[in-house]
């Protein structure tokens, strides 16, 4: 009796313990989750040295063990390689040796004193991409990524062999938020944040909102640079995106009120051989929250021989 008593007391010690670390560090627990899948999945967490820095990146082989289509993918404004999550072990199923690497200033890869320019990190994906010995892949870009990985097929043809691109920026647009939405200064910003990022925004207990709050500012400085440097207008393509050569898929999430569609339809006319597919039901977040439609449009493309020229397709809401 008294050892039972004993096991009923540390099994609640033991959910009580677990119920404050949630509480105290909800970020880094969900966190834990994601890396523990993506482990689960094959997925494997690695660094490597390039440009000087130790760059942190995840890499998915093919399931039958074979080399597979290079493909890398590069994360947005805020993010890391984790939030490829539903999309690296999919695409990795398919057939093709996945690539996900946190940029300079982002996730587990340094945070040097620089400017964080979208010149920049195309720098650093390419010497991302000769320290893994990928020369030339199939490269997607999400959001601020987006326009990292355009600039690089422009800059970079050879290294660039089909293109994706998820609610991109890159292109001027008349944005209806200020730059101070992404590193907010308490929990009615963060909340407004994420309201802005997708149309069905989870309701975020306050303590979850304020462990986001803690993270936002731990890189709030980072972020303030890329955004200048993004606002500044130097690296914009609105005019060079005629040059892009390869071919090239817009994927956009219908109601994406960050960068609005009409951004996607405005690389799309410029781009005469890209393909749009529009994601009905999702924002800004579309990989991660369609992911169904967006693995299936993106696989389509990336291995349709011939590859695909013009056109666009709506996919329902899932």
Known sequence: MKFALRVVALLVLVVVAAGLIFYRYPLWVADQQIRFHLWREGVKSEYVEAGGYRLHYFEALPASGQTGTPLVLVHGLGARGEDWVAMIPALAAQGFHVYAPDLLGYGRSPKPDVDYSISLEEQTVGQFMQAVHVPRADIGGWSMGGWVVMKLALDHPE????????????????????????????????????????????????FAAEAALRKLERNAWVIRRSMAAMTSGRDLLDFRLYQISQPMLIVWGAQDDLIPLSAGEAIHKRVPQSVLNIVEGCGHLAPAECPRPVIEGTVAFLKAEPPMRGGEKTFPAH
Do not use: C, H, Q
């Not at 009615?188 to 994420?194: A, D, S």
């Open 159 to 206: 290294m660039v062999d089909r293109l994706v691109v998820y609610d991109s920026a890159g292109v001027y647009f008349p944005a209806t938020w200020e730059p101070e939405l992404f590193t907010p200064a308490d929990v009615i910003g963060v909340k407004k944040l994420m309201a802005i990022l997708t149309p069905k925004p989870r309701v975020l207990p306050n």
